[in-house]
């Protein structure tokens, strides 16, 4: 008997069951199931799914595609989502909710009965005391029917920190029909919340929306609960991050604020104050949002927030201080994140984190060792935000070692998570000798609804190099303007990518002098926060700029100094770093 979730696979009588009872499925479908269940911990490649399910005959491969279809509808799951069966593009599939096997599990052993009710409750008593995967295994030796729904909430937390996130769902969805049944509308709304956060992360957003009113429905005559807190903070979060529409998400924050201060909630506090910081951010008021971001890892530090809601809080600021160019600040959190992720090893936190630091050391100028990670994280976790950061990063990571093919194929499959690839797909355009292509894409990216201040700055330098190399100076000039306004009174990095381009455009507009002080400026900047590779696009920059000035000796040494970090890291010159590369071949 193979057990996943709220299914179990009678492998004897050869029946799928979901919650006891029987789900009618085809021969076929229930072989292909099986066979990938059974071999959950690798993918199965489609040869060998075919020659499983259909022996010596021919079938084509639409014939499989078409099982899978039927599998995925059968374990309520669909081709988009891939929550239960995840498509590996050209490969072939892998099963994706953690599988036990009665016939092998000692919770399950025929001579083993199943926990007593005192046992149950001696379990209850002492869950602070086991970890969260013993915590599973004593709920489903149990079975569903001899569990409260309090039970049920319990074990789906212990799914999701042990990153089984399919059967997280699927015992949710029991818990909130427990609740409901019994007429606990806070409960039935609070599981209701849990699940609509799930599927946000799971990029699922129209069933992310559905939960959500669900639990808003409930709550209608709870509005000064802990539960119509969390309801305000998810929604506010999905304005923010999803909707893309800070000032909405700010005025939700402001109700919540207030709530979590009228009913004195740690959890609800932090969040509130993080994310008021994070929606200023997005409005272009950095220094404001950053202190609100430090002021709620503090209260983190010194007041009693959950494991989950402080997780939350070192993943976001460091998001937060890598989006504005904090990058010391970012540095001086990475190791406390990491110390506390040390501690929740079972989780996704550390994915997220090393991504997160993987990115801070990258633009340190350190590429080694961080490939084998990324993979691992992309393929593995169940959470598709994290899938989608990691492979944004491997792109970013393949694309400054020269691997354009390798780059495009991460951001592409990153962008299929729905994580924002625009950047690295920008780069890999400009790359491949289409510039004009890059200055489309990110044009349409910079107009779009709701662009917020982190993202022009992040977006803007692009387009100025995209631009240049494709002979639109002018549109360089104006991007390179409104670099230098939302730029104002930020960073040293976002001051120092306004300094670049200035000197970018100054340059393309034969403008030397005013060039070389301007790629002065950025290479003083970009050595103070300590970025080699934009270091070394500056001083390549100045040494094209003093060539054309006569200033031989200094063009020398600046395109040496550039280089000889580039090759020290590993890295490869990319964008408009190529283009004044050319410009000072002579002096080779």
């Known amino acids: 008997m193979l057990h996943f979730g709220v299914f179990e696979l009678d492998v004897d009588s050869f029946e799928l069951r979901r919650d006891g009872t029987r789900v009618e499925v085809e021969p076929q479908v229930l072989e292909v199931i099986l066979h990938l269940a059974a071999r959950r911990d690798r993918m199965v490649r489609k040869e060998e799914l075919l020659d499983a399910v259909w022996g010596d005959r021919f079938v084509s491969e639409s014939a499989l595609t078409s099982r899978v279809k039927s599998a995925r509808q059968a374990l309520g799951d669909d081709g988009k989502t891939q929550s239960m069966i995840r ?12 599988v036990t096997d009665s016939e092998l599990s000692p919770a399950s052993d025929p001579h083993a009965s199943a926990p007593t009710a005192l046992a149950l409750e001696e379990l209850r008593a002492s869950i602070d005391a086991n970890t969260w995967r013993e915590i599973r295994t004593a709920f489903a030796a149990a079975g569903v029917a001899a569990l409260t729904a309090a039970d049920l909430e319990t074990w789906a937390e212990a799914a999701w920190w042990d990153c089984e996130v399919i059967e997280c769902i699927s015992v949710r969805q029991e818990a909130f029909r427990r609740y409901l049944a019994a007429d606990d509308n806070l409960g039935a709304a609070r599981v209701a919340i849990a699940l609509s956060d799930d599927y946000l992360h799971r990029g699922a957003s129209t069933v992310c929306r559905t939960w959500s009113t669900r639990a808003q429905d ?21 304005e923010l991050d999803v909707a893309m529409n800070p ?22 506090l932090a969040l509130s104050l993080q994310d008021r910081g994070r929606c200023l951010i997005a409005l272009g008021r950095v220094d404001e949002g950053m202190a609100m971001v430090d002021e709620a890892m503090l209260l983190a530090a010194t007041t009693a927030t959950s494991a989950n809601v402080t997780g939350r809080l070192y993943c976001n600021m460091l998001s937060a201080c890598i989006g504005v160019g904090h990058l010391k600040r970012a540095r001086d959190w ?10 929740h090893a079972e989780s996704g936190f550390p994915g997220i984190c090393q991504i997160h630091r993987t990115g801070l050391r990258r633009r340190m100028g350190e590429l080694q060792g961080s490939i084998d990670d990324l993979e691992r994280i992309a393929s593995s976790s169940q959470f598709s935000h994290i899938a989608g950061s990691a492979l944004v990063e491997l792109g970013e990571v393949h694309l400054r070692r020269g691997d354009v093919d390798l780059a495009e194929a991460a951001f592409l499959q990153a962008h299929a998570h729905s994580a924002d690839a625009t950047p ?7 790359e491949r000798d289409r510039p004009g292509d890059a200055v489309s894409l990110l044009h349409e990216a910079l107009t779009a609804r709701g662009i917020d201040h982190v993202t022009r700055v992040r977006l803007l330098p692009l387009l100025v190099d995209a631009a240049v190399m494709d002979d639109q100076v002018s549109v360089a000039a104006d991007a390179s303007n409104e670099l230098s306004d939302v730029a104002a009174g930020g960073s040293e990095s976002c001051l120092g990518s306004a300094s670049l381009s200035r000197g970018t455009v100054a340059l393309m507009q034969d403008r030397h002098r005013e060039a070389a002080d301007a790629f002065q400026d950025a290479a003083a900047l970009y050595s103070r926060v300590g970025l080699p590779f934009e270091l070394a696009t500056a001083r390549l920059g100045l040494a094209a700029a003093a060539l054309a000035l006569d200033l031989v000796p200094t063009a020398r040494i600046e395109r040496s100094a550039a280089l000889a970090a580039l090759t020290a890291a590993g890295a490869v010159p990319l964008g408009t770093a190529k283009l004044w590369l050319r410009r000072t071949e002579e002096l080779t």
């Open 424 to 430: 690295g797909l920008a780069q890999v355009a400009i």
């Open 87 to 98: 498509t590996i593009h050209g490969r072939g599939y892998q099963f994706v909710p953690h």
């Open 218 to 238: 409930l709550l209608a005559n709870s509005p000064r609960t802990a539960e119509f807190g969390q309801l305000l903070r998810l929604r506010s979060a999905y």
């Open 247 to 268: 000032k909405g998400a700010l005025d939700l924050n402001s109700d919540l604020c207030e709530l979590a201060k009228q009913i004195d909630d740690a959890d609800l």
């Open 334 to 343: 990475s190791d406390e994140a990491m110390t506390w992720c040390a501690g």
